[in-house]
């Protein structure tokens, strides 16, 4: 990604693909959500790796060519939200790891929320290392009436220092009946796997001014391109009474500090299909061999009982 200028990929043309969803819900799982990929150059093995989460915890599946997956086993329970990284030969694979499910489901009558950032690692994506934890909570703006979440963990090495940024603090949508991250903060280490210091302040934070961030923040992903920094953010907001995410364009010199640049993936319908009306939710940005991929997963209604996601790709081509 250090190779393409804001510029190309700011008018690349993407395109939904037309085979979307390419990963859709299992039976077992309303959702299956938050993918995280790997392309063929930063593997072990040439494949394309895709992490995601269900119902059920963070699964891995494999691709010969970023579009056909197959599932190949669940990696951690009591997780969500993944994000996998290739670091030296290791794979470290962060993700938001909850109370068991039983706790879990107290939440929807009154019980208090609790996650925190957790790690597995491999050297292979088969066998992976007991979960360990790597960042809890510290800040105040971490908890709320709801409890305390630690989401959407998204790593970036930036001169040496690892930052790692995450969502946290809980904000209520109510057609959905579940909640949604509140803020965006980082923390920082020398180290992968340990000694992270959560910034004092968030990044950002909801704002009733803003059209795209008016109820929370969801989350954000970060690149270092060749001249600046992006950030590809799902913020919750409500429009006409109902609440809906998408996904923006940020721009920023310093990976802290973040301007508004314009609407990147919005919900639409597609064609006779409305698997991602609503909701447009997390995402990972790719690059291999001349192509863009922003692999997504969305969402058809709010109601949490209705309520389907699945996972998508939008695409476009571009020159270096």
Same mark, same amino acid.
């Given at each position: 990604?250090?190779?393409?200028?804001?510029?190309?990929?700011?008018?690349?043309?993407?395109?939904?693909?037309?085979?979307?969803?390419?990963?859709?819900?299992?039976?077992?799982?309303?959702?299956?959500?938050?993918?995280?990929?790997?392309?063929?150059?930063?593997?072990?093995?040439?494949?394309?790796?895709?992490?995601?989460? /269900? #119902?059920f915890?963070?699964?891995?599946?494999?691709?010969?060519?970023? !579009? %056909? =997956?197959?599932?190949?086993?669940? *990696?951690? @329970?009591?997780?969500?939200?993944?994000?996998?990284?290739?670091?030296?030969?290791?794979?470290?694979?962060?993700?938001?790891?909850?109370?068991?499910?039983?706790?879990?489901?107290?939440?929807?009558?009154?019980?208090?929320?609790?996650?925190?950032?957790?790690?597995?690692?491999?050297?292979?994506?088969?066998?992976?290392?007991?979960?360990?934890?790597?960042?809890?909570?510290?800040?105040?703006?971490?908890?709320?009436?709801?409890?305390?979440?630690?989401?959407?963990?998204?790593?970036?090495?930036?001169?040496?220092?690892?930052?790692?940024?995450?969502?946290?603090?809980? /904000? #209520?949508?109510?057609?959905?009946?579940?909640?949604?991250?509140?803020? !965006? %903060? =980082?923390?920082?280490?020398?180290? *992968?796997? @340990?000694?992270?210091?959560?910034?004092?302040?968030?990044?950002?934070?909801?704002?009733?001014?803003?059209?795209?961030?008016?109820?929370?923040?969801?989350?954000?992903?970060?690149?270092?391109?060749?001249?600046?920094?992006?950030?590809?953010?799902?913020?919750?907001?409500?429009?006409?009474?109902?609440?809906?995410?998408?996904?923006?364009l940020?721009?920023?010199?310093?990976?802290?500090?973040?301007?508004?640049?314009?609407?990147?993936?919005?919900?639409?319908?597609?064609g006779?299909?409305?698997?991602?009306?609503?909701?447009?939710?997390?995402?990972c940005?790719?690059?291999?061999?001349?192509?863009?991929?922003?692999?997504?997963?969305?969402?058809?209604?709010?109601?949490?009982?209705?309520?389907r996601?699945?996972?998508?790709?939008?695409?476009a081509?571009?020159?270096l």
């Amino acid at each position: 990604m250090q190779n393409i200028t804001f510029e190309k990929l700011n008018n690349a043309e993407f395109t939904l693909f037309e085979g979307n969803p390419i990963i859709k819900n299992p039976p077992s799982s309303f959702v299956i959500a938050d993918p995280s990929v790997l392309t063929p150059d930063v593997s072990h093995d040439g494949k394309w790796h895709l992490f995601c989460h /269900t #119902f059920f915890g963070v699964h891995h599946y494999e691709s010969n060519d970023g !579009i %056909n =997956f197959e599932k190949k086993q669940k *990696i951690a @329970k009591r997780a969500m939200r993944p994000n996998i990284n290739y670091i030296d030969g290791k794979y470290y694979l962060f993700y938001e790891r909850t109370r068991p499910p039983v706790i879990n489901a107290l939440t929807l009558i009154g019980f208090k929320w609790k996650s925190e950032i957790y790690c597995v690692e491999s050297s292979d994506l088969k066998s992976w290392s007991e979960p360990y934890l790597v960042l809890g909570n510290t800040r105040d703006f971490e908890n709320d009436e709801h409890g305390s979440a630690l989401s959407n963990p998204f790593l970036l090495n930036i001169d040496g220092v690892n930052r790692l940024y995450y969502s946290c603090g809980q /904000t #209520f949508i109510k057609d959905c009946g579940f909640c949604e991250p509140r803020h !965006i %903060n =980082f923390a920082e280490s020398k180290e *992968i796997s @340990k000694g992270y210091t959560a910034r004092t302040a968030p990044i950002i934070s909801p704002d009733k001014n803003i059209p795209w961030l008016n109820l929370c923040s969801g989350c954000l992903k970060v690149y270092k391109l060749k001249d600046c920094y992006i950030g590809l953010q799902n913020g919750i907001f409500e429009k006409n009474g109902k609440s809906h995410s998408a996904i923006v364009l940020l721009k920023s010199d310093d990976g802290i500090h973040f301007d508004f640049v314009k609407s990147f993936l919005t919900p639409q319908k597609c064609g006779k299909s409305n698997w991602m009306a609503q909701y447009v939710y997390a995402c990972c940005l790719t690059y291999h061999e001349g192509k863009l991929r922003l692999y997504f997963n969305a969402r058809n209604v709010a109601n949490n009982l209705t309520g389907r996601e699945s996972i998508g790709v939008y695409e476009a081509k571009i020159n270096l």
